[in-house]
């Protein structure tokens, strides 16, 4: 099996005494691990991280089982966030989640266009949070939960849609949401689309829904918690009022 | 073949499989080494090994390893006990002191915050690192961390629990190694080094 494909390394780890375990964020080929000969070696150390934008050139005998790649690293990669430990706390974060909740050899396309999105956005600390919150919910649409927030899920309209059901991910409108809107998840506007603009709170409101529907439909049925990382930078952001 | 050699040698082929830079093949030469110079060889490394196992112990102030408590650079008084320099684990140290341009102080961490393993500050020495950098003696904290997301990380989350401690904290350089040539030098370093650029 070959192919090669960009991507996103997420994770690296040494094996044995000069090799490494990449995990791989790819465009068209989905999350996939391989054997990187030479992965602890000098040269290669520096994009073996997560958040370095590689081309990868991947090669197995039999595909059951764990090939080797050969990574070709494009553009800086982390080492231009060195110097912001909040946009490190979100990279970090992406790539656990994206690791923990994408299934292996599976594409999603749209994973990896949204990591990229985030990945620039990092550069840009007054909107990175945001696009942290819509690159999540980009993981649960790949996934097949998407939250529907074309319209109420009540009445059917289409205004004044300011919660989401914490059941089904789908869009209430604030008319039909008062009786309950203490059990409701609050739908922060600029999830509805990009010109809505970011008010204070709005990013801590996205990080709960996603986080929700994280928890109930992806980590919950795998028996396992949210991962550090993201509890780590909700934290972070919340300590430091960037929500 | 290891299989007829009898199960002591077999051991010591398996045993020294584990070690970093040996495997399978080169455990069992290095085991056929040692059994042929028994006297100069095994004799004085088996000792050697029952000795360190014996005596080196991780020095309750630093983290270092040593025979002595506190080791021999916590209790060199020829040091600058206001320079305390944080590295990862004991092999940064050596690193450091190999190069002889340090005459301060060491905190050995123990690790970093990796967010993918799950490893928090709770599971690394910062609790005495902070003990120490406020103890009034320090006046200077170096952060000599891997340029790395974890290490960067580890690195940040010091400086802010440092900060209100009375203590400068800096941290190594990055950018071009002595002897580098720039067409060898991945994107990320250069753009690494001409941020940290200086007047000439």
């Known amino acids: 099996?070959?192919?090669?494909?960009?991507?996103?390394?997420?994770?690296?780890?040494?094996?044995?005494?000069?090799?490494?375990?990449v995990e791989l964020?790819?465009?068209?080929?989905?999350?996939?691990?391989?054997?990187?000969?030479?992965?602890?070696?000098?040269?290669?150390?520096?994009?073996?991280?997560a958040g370095a934008r590689v081309v990868a050139q991947y090669r197995s005998?039999?595909?059951?089982?764990?090939?080797?790649?050969?990574?070709?690293?494009?553009?800086?990669?982390?080492?231009?966030?060195?110097?912001?430990?909040?946009?490190?706390?979100?990279?970090?974060?992406?790539?656990?989640?994206?690791?923990?909740?994408?299934?292996?050899?599976?594409?999603?396309?749209?994973?990896?266009?949204?990591?990229?999105a985030l990945i620039l956005a990092l550069a840009h600390p007054d909107i990175w949070?945001?696009?942290?919150?819509?690159?999540?919910?980009?993981?649960?649409?790949?996934?097949?939960?998407?939250?529907?927030?074309?319209?109420?899920?009540?009445?059917?309209?289409?205004?004044?849609l300011i919660y989401v059901s914490p059941r089904t991910g789908r869009a209430v409108s604030a008319g039909a949401g008062e009786?309950?809107?203490?059990?409701?998840?609050?739908?922060?506007?600029?999830l509805l689309g990009a010109q809505a603009g970011l008010r204070d709170g709005d990013v801590d409101s996205g990080l709960?829904?996603?986080?929700?529907?994280?928890?109930?439909?992806?980590?919950?049925?795998?028996?396992?918690?949210?991962?550090?990382?993201?509890?780590?930078?909700?934290?972070?952001?919340?300590?430091?009022?960037r929500l | 073949m290891a299989a007829s050699a009898g199960p002591e040698i077999e051991r010591l082929i398996a045993l020294l499989g584990k070690l970093p830079g040996l495997g399978p093949r080169s455990a069992r030469r290095a085991a056929l080494a040692l059994l042929k110079r028994k006297d100069q060889l095994l004799t004085p490394l088996t000792q050697a090994m029952a000795d360190a196992g014996a005596k080196v112990k991780a020095c309750s102030s630093c983290g270092a390893l040593d025979t002595s408590e506190p080791c021999s650079i916590c209790?060199?008084?020829?040091?600058?006990?206001?320079?305390?320099?944080?590295?990862?684990?004991?092999?940064?140290?050596?690193?450091?002191?190999?190069?002889?341009?340090?005459?301060?102080?060491?905190?050995?961490?123990?690790?970093?915050?990796s967010a993918l393993d799950g490893v928090g500050p709770e599971a690394l020495r910062i609790n005495e690192l902070l003990a120490r950098a406020g103890d009034g003696r320090v006046r200077e904290v170096i952060l000599a961390l891997p340029a790395t997301v974890d290490g960067?990380?580890?690195?940040?989350?010091?400086?802010?629990?440092?900060?209100g401690l009375g203590v400068q904290v800096t941290s190594l350089a990055r950018g071009v190694p002595v002897g580098g040539e720039l067409d060898w030098l991945d994107d990320g370093t250069i753009a690494t080094a001409l941020r940290a650029r200086r007047p000439a």
């Open chain 1, 1 to 21: 099996m070959e192919w090669e494909d960009d991507a996103y390394v997420l994770s690296a780890r040494a094996h044995g005494d000069s090799g490494a375990i």
């Open chain 1, 208 to 241: 709960i829904l996603t986080g929700h529907f994280l928890e109930q439909f992806v980590f919950g049925p795998l028996n396992r918690p949210l991962p550090p990382a993201r509890v780590w930078l909700v934290d972070r952001l919340r300590e430091k009022n």
């Open chain 1, 179 to 190: 009786p309950y809107k203490d059990k409701l998840l609050r739908l922060p506007p600029f």
């Open chain 1, 129 to 160: 949070p945001a696009v942290y919150v819509r690159f999540e919910a980009g993981l649960l649409q790949e996934l097949g939960f998407g939250l529907d927030l074309s319209k109420c899920a009540a009445t059917g309209s289409t205004d004044d």
């Open chain 2, 152 to 163: 960067q990380t580890t690195a940040h989350y010091l400086s802010e629990h440092l900060a």
């Open chain 2, 75 to 113: 209790a060199d008084h020829s040091r600058d006990p206001a320079l305390l320099c944080v590295v990862e684990e004991v092999g940064g140290l050596w690193a450091l002191e190999r190069g002889g341009a340090f005459r301060g102080r060491y905190h050995v961490l123990g690790g970093l915050l």
């Open chain 1, 25 to 49: 964020l790819t465009s068209e080929h989905g999350r996939w691990a391989a054997h990187i000969a030479g992965g602890a070696s000098r040269k290669m150390k520096p994009f073996l991280q």
């Open chain 1, 61 to 116: 005998r039999v595909s059951e089982q764990l090939g080797s790649a050969v990574l070709e690293p494009v553009g800086e990669g982390p080492s231009s966030l060195f110097d912001d430990p909040d946009a490190l706390a979100g990279l970090s974060a992406a790539a656990t989640v994206a690791g923990a909740a994408l299934p292996e050899r599976e594409a999603h396309p749209g994973a990896f266009y949204g990591l990229e």
